[in-house]
């Protein structure tokens, strides 16, 4: 069984504030994605890894950062937290990318105040 | 605008009723696609997908999706609901027009009522 694992699954931040949200899978996964969930929105994809110290930005990168020092972990940076940040991110790996499934964590919903 | 659209936001509906959930995408050229579900406190997780052949695909639970090229659709059936299918409901493309990476539509939540 894939299992995608997420640092929090709740967490409260002040504006302002650094964020790190930590991601693991134990697949041997190639691919980490992150992703966040609003309603009416779906999943809008901010940054993706393909490979170790790989990353390419998604569709909403802005105010983000992310860091793949091994291949089992990607975080996810919010250099300086913004109450427009407060949201649900999901964390997913992947073997390859295309026709490939995309195994998903529990989330973090993240409150920024 | 979405590049993926479910047109429905929400969908109530009784015990046994069927259920259709509609997905159009807006990417020509060579896609593939996912509809992926996300049961209340649980992971997203893939309910079916389609990349080739039989443009009917079945997924778990008894669910279905048939893709239709040209009405660029993937549209989501299951002909007998259950109250556990109570969940949220996502479509999702993969494109090659789009760097291949999945887009999403902005989900469905379905309530079955018992």
């Known amino acids: 069984d894939v299992k995608v694992t997420q640092s929090s699954r709740y967490l409260v931040k002040r504006t302002g504030e650094k964020v790190f949200l930590e991601c693991v899978q134990d697949m041997d996964h190639e691919n980490m994605f992150w992703y966040r969930q609003d309603p009416g929105l779906g999943l809008r994809l901010i940054y993706f890894?393909?490979?170790?110290?790989?990353?390419e930005k998604g569709d909403i990168p802005e105010g983000y950062s992310v860091s793949r020092e091994k291949k089992e972990r990607f975080s996810l940076i919010l250099e300086s937290a913004s109450t427009n940040q407060t949201s649900m991110y999901l964390c997913?790996?992947?073997?390859?990318?295309?026709?490939?499934?995309?195994?998903f964590g529990p989330g973090t919903r993240l409150l920024v105040l | 605008a979405q590049s993926v659209s479910q047109h429905n936001h929400h969908v109530i509906l009784s015990e046994a009723a069927s259920l259709e959930l509609g997905c159009n995408y807006s990417y020509g050229g060579t896609v593939n696609l996912f509809w992926y579900v996300q049961y209340p406190g649980q992971h997203l997780q893939l309910l079916l997908k389609y990349f080739s052949g039989d443009p009917l695909v079945k997924g778990i639970k008894g669910f279905e999706a048939e893709f239709i090229k040209s009405k660029f659709s993937f549209n989501l059936r299951k002909p007998s609901v259950q109250w556990s299918d109570t969940a949220e409901y996502f479509c999702?493309?993969?494109?090659?027009?789009?760097?291949?990476?999945?887009?999403f539509g902005g989900g469905t939540r379905v309530l079955v009522k018992p």
């Open positions: 999702a493309v993969n494109a090659e027009a789009a760097g291949n990476k999945l887009t």
């Open positions: 890894s393909y490979d170790v110290k790989m990353k």
């Open positions: 997913a790996s992947s073997f390859g990318l295309d026709q490939e499934t995309q195994y």
